[in-house]
């Protein structure tokens, strides 16, 4: 077996058989909602809801206590009273469960005494069983190609490439949605709350092994094993990349992230030094926590900082030339061969300077193929940023116009539409260089659906998408910096 099949968290994450404490006939209570979200996923082992009461639950046979579950439990998820935790994680442990998600809030996190000498005992009770235990204070885990969400939002993402550890409880949930708006998903994602047992860096070596996880995204408010942190975030991201957002280093973040998980904070300048010696790329915000996850996880690297753009608006060339400059990247200066190439297939008023600015294309194919088939072919162009837009009822109008009949337009339009979203996601492995779109259209563009559905990452803006180039430049930079380490 494999050090992924045999990790600590791989059965928390893998289960075969869930016991579940909190969830009830009352379709509101938290511990419902995250059993109905667990039920959606279509979990394919067998689930036992235990309650004092009850019989039935969501339609499955409930039991009083986990003594009377009748098969093996591999994992128990807890959403339950603080008060009650203690004693019904001895249960576990005497019916022989060694995994545990416990859910409820009001240990470490709290003011005063009383919080961390309950987390100490729950930490002292796992020890006494071997238990291996996320929480508290967190919402679960989600790995959607196991059909495994025990979170209180419905997993309606596709399974992706993006490993997430996350120190805010709900903060993976609600990226959801978010990850769905560009074709995304997690690999698999942990909630680590106060992070009483199961911390950070447990998870990015964990994630490290994870076949699905192509890099790892870390939300973190605190990290409690610098030394640890820095050893394993340094030898993991000499293969798979590592992106974090922190939000501790102002004085209000910090406030919060103590009272939210019990985190510690630190200042930013420390957290930049710690990044930077762990290969971590630092995202500024949530958006580019992700924007950086989605090229980073799905382009090659870049052998140098040298950018080409192509464009057929000003504005758009202008915004990604501007990121690009703010990113650490330079326009690439063209030879003379492919500038003469270019010159073929521009109309007079266009400008084939870098950036490569059509101002209105009459022909798709030579935007989309021919062109950016020139600039990676450059030996001076590291990397291509497209501004991608495709309307797809302009298609249809262009369609009609070369005498196709208006009841076969459509068709002839998503037929053309998906040959060259088709041809243009194929140039990154190609040429083994990164290509990346920009768009102010979203997935409801056929266009736009299809490059992203077919590996190109295209994102909300130019600005975004070179922004998350120029991250992609920089870890490069490190790895091979760092290739003979």
């Not at 903060?171 to 698999?188: D, N, R």
């Not at 408010?221 to 394993?232: A, N, T």
């Not at 194919?365 to 797809?392: G, R, W």
């Not at 590996?455 to 975004?464: I, K, N, T, Y």
Request: hydrophobic fraction near 40%; charge should be negative.
């Amino acid at each position: 077996m494999s050090s992924y099949d045999t990790h600590a968290l791989h059965k928390i994450m893998h289960p075969k058989s869930i016991a579940f404490w909190g969830a009830s006939n009352n379709s509101m209570a938290m511990g419902s909602v995250q059993l109905s979200n667990l039920l959606l996923m279509n979990f394919e082992g067998p689930v036992y809801p235990i309650h004092p009461k009850h019989q039935m639950i969501q339609g499955l046979q409930a039991y009083s206590r986990v003594s009377e579950v009748p098969g093996p439990v591999d994992l128990a998820v807890l959403v339950l009273p603080t008060h009650v935790v203690p004693e019904v994680l001895e249960d576990c442990g005497k019916f022989g469960i060694d995994r545990a998600i416990i859910v409820s809030a009001g240990f470490g996190e709290q003011d005063g005494a009383h919080g961390k000498e309950l987390q100490q005992q729950i930490v002292d009770i796992a020890n006494k069983y071997s238990i291996r235990f996320v929480g508290p204070n967190c919402i679960g885990v989600v790995n959607p190609s196991h059909r495994l969400n025990t979170t209180f939002f419905p997993y309606e993402a596709t399974p992706g490439f993006i490993g997430m550890a996350s120190q805010s409880g709900s903060f993976i949930t609600q990226m959801f949605v978010h990850l769905a708006k560009f074709g995304l998903g997690y690999s698999e994602g942990f909630s680590l709350g106060n992070e009483a047992m199961t911390d950070l860096t447990d998870c990015i070596e964990y994630l490290a092994e994870s076949p699905e996880t192509r890099v790892i995204a870390l939300y973190i408010e605190g990290i409690r094993r610098g030394r640890d942190f820095v050893r394993v975030a340094s030898r993991v991201s000499r293969k798979k990349p590592i992106v974090a957002f922190y939000i501790g280093g102002s004085e209000s973040g910090g406030r919060a992230g103590m009272s939210h998980t019990g985190a510690m904070a630190g200042p930013d300048a420390l957290y930049d030094g710690i990044f930077k010696q762990s290969g971590i790329i630092r995202a500024r915000s949530i958006e580019e926590l992700f924007d950086f996850c989605y090229v980073l996880g799905s382009q090659p690297l870049p052998k140098g900082d040298n950018v080409a753009i192509l464009t057929h608006s000003g504005g758009p060339g202008a915004a990604a030339a501007d990121a690009a400059e703010r990113g650490g990247l330079k326009l690439a200066s063209f030879s003379s061969e492919t500038l003469t190439k270019l010159q073929a297939l521009v109309p007079g008023t266009a400008s084939v300077k870098n950036p490569v600015d059509l101002t209105f294309s009459k022909n798709y194919s030579d935007y989309m193929a021919s062109m950016p088939e020139i600039l990676l072919s450059d030996s001076n162009v590291d990397s291509l940023f497209i501004y991608c837009l495709m309307p797809h009822q302009r298609v249809i109008q262009a369609v009609v116009g070369a005498g196709i009949g208006k009841d076969q337009a459509g068709s002839f339009a998503n037929q053309y539409i998906t040959t060259q979203s088709a041809i243009a996601s194929q140039f990154a492995a190609k040429f083994g260089k990164p290509v990346v779109g920009g768009t102010y259209c979203d997935r409801s563009e056929l266009f736009v659906r299809e490059l992203q559905d077919n590996g190109m990452p295209v994102l909300a803006s130019p600005e975004r998408a070179v922004t998350a180039m120029g991250a992609l430049a920089k870890y490069a930079e490190w790895r091979r910096n760092h290739e003979a380490d």
